[in-house]
């Protein structure tokens, strides 16, 4: 099933701060995060996998709730590169596919 | 590291007529390549999971006989669009699992560029 993102779109000013939800109905082995610019393929910007963790990336950082089966995206200080779709990807015990939540569109004006 | 390309970047192509599709992990070799499709604005959706030397899994709804995939070796699967019709218009993307942590099953996935098909 596919998991939950939230908001679905929000418009920052450059500087300002976001954060994006993903949250999934079935207990989560992992979370992978992605960017998605338009006409592009998705990138690869971390994962955070069972047993709660946090993880950082620059400005960009996470965090992974076992018990809610949830994970949260933080971008701080948001640069107009950050704009983009974000998707997060739930992987499951036992299984390689991950289920792609329908995405956070971010845009960042300066 | 962690590079996966796709050619061709673009197609168009006429109805009826197949056209075949490569991805290849060009610094690692990928246990496993993932197909997705991708309509504007929307998520991911994945088509199928190939891994070397083995039959495709099929998702639910997915036409073995229409996209055929073969996973020739640990670099390189093909997906192949047969008898393609406007309606198989689309954004394919591939993906390749790089083997992730030592111990820990993570399957991070590494994505080609895609190939936007254009059926006319």
């Known amino acids: 099933q596919q998991p939950v993102q939230s908001p679905q779109a929000v418009i920052l000013r450059e500087g300002e701060d976001a954060v994006i939800n993903c949250s999934s109905s079935k207990a989560l082995y992992s979370v992978h995060w992605y960017r998605q610019k338009h006409g592009e393929a998705p990138v690869f910007l971390m994962i955070?996998?069972?047993?709660?963790e946090q993880k950082g990336h620059e400005k960009i950082s996470a965090s992974f709730n076992e018990k809610k089966q949830q994970s949260s995206l933080y971008l701080t200080a948001s640069q107009l590169s950050y704009s983009g779709t974000y998707f997060c990807?739930?992987?499951?015990?036992?299984?390689?596919?991950?289920?792609f939540g329908q995405g956070t569109r971010l845009t960042i004006n300066p | 590291g962690a590079v996966v390309s796709q050619h061709p970047s673009r197609v168009i192509c006429k109805s009826g007529t197949s056209v075949k599709i490569e991805c290849r992990s060009l610094d690692f070799q990928a246990t496993t390549m993932f197909w997705y499709r991708q309509f504007p604005k929307q998520s991911l959706m994945l088509m199928a999971t190939s891994n070397e030397g083995s039959k495709a899994t099929y998702e639910q709804g997915v036409e073995k006989d229409k996209f055929l995939i073969n996973h020739a070796s640990l670099t390189l699967s093909t997906l192949t669009v047969t008898s393609a019709h406007p309606e198989d218009s689309s954004f394919y993307i591939c993906?390749?699992?790089?083997?992730?942590?030592?111990?820990?099953?993570?399957?991070?996935?590494?994505f080609g560029p895609g190939t936007r098909l254009t059926v006319t």
């Open positions: 990807g739930t992987g499951y015990q036992g299984a390689q596919k991950l289920v």
């Open positions: 993906s390749a699992t790089y083997p992730g942590l030592a111990g820990r099953h993570t399957y991070e996935q590494y």
């Open positions: 955070l996998l069972k047993g709660g």
